[in-house]
Nanobody, 116 residues
Framework: QVQLVESGGGLVQPGGSLTLSCAAS????????MRWYRQAPGKEREFVAS????????NYADSVKGRFTISRDNAKNTVYLQMNSLKPDDTGVYYC?????????WGQGTQVTVSS
């Protein structure tokens, strides 16, 4: 059974930092591209960042470029999202996604709230 478990969310002031983690189990982690998405209240889920399976090529939404960094540790079956210079617009539930050909798995999400 595939499981993706996000952690690291919380309440942070504007300008602060958080690191999200997503621990995967039940799949061959190194063969999956990993992505982070987020969903703000009343809005659709949107892409945040991705990292490829083999060469760890990264890609970011324009809104987070230069502030967020995605990385992966294949030995720990974990993907991370380092978030710096957080803004109130970054508030939302952050979801981890594992994708490979016809396989697509989601975590349950972790809440990030940026507020003073």
């Amino acid at each position: 059974q595939v499981q993706l478990v996000e952690s690291g969310g919380g309440l942070v002031q504007p300008g602060g930092s958080l690191t999200l983690s997503c621990a995967a189990s039940g799949l061959t982690f190194r063969s999956y591209a990993m992505r982070w998405y987020r969903q703000a209240p009343g809005k659709e889920r949107e892409f945040v960042a991705s990292i490829s399976s083999i060469s760890s090529i990264t890609n970011y939404a324009d809104s987070v470029k230069g502030r967020f960094t995605i990385s992966r540790d294949n030995a720990k079956n974990t993907v991370y999202l380092q978030m710096n210079s957080l803004k109130p617009d970054d508030t939302g539930v952050y979801y981890c996604n594992a994708i490979r050909s016809n396989f697509n798995y989601w975590g349950q999400g972790t809440q990030v709230t940026v507020s003073s």
